[in-house]
């Protein structure tokens, strides 16, 4: 897990329905560092995502994918 506001800019995929031009598009997005290598790999994947967050050592990290279901981030002890 990483402290709010550590950042790493990772290419992502912004779904039609999220984008301001109602297409979808291609930006670059601050994502939590911790987190940032996993996220950049389902985008080469070709998985589309919806949102992420690490959970700041508050709650279990997640990324919600396009088609509705939830990759849940639990950290090793």
Not at 50 to 76: E, N, Y
């Amino acid at each position: 897990m990483c402290d709010w506001g550590t950042w790493t800019k990772v290419r992502v995929r912004v779904p039609a329905d999220l984008s301001s031009t109602g297409e979808a598009v291609w930006r670059d997005k601050d994502i939590d560092s911790c987190i940032a290598d996993l996220v950049r790999a389902l985008q080469a994947g070709g998985i589309d995502m919806r949102a992420s967050c690490c959970g700041h050592g508050q709650a279990p990290g997640r990324i919600d994918l396009q088609d509705g279901r939830t990759l849940f981030i639990r950290h090793r002890r």
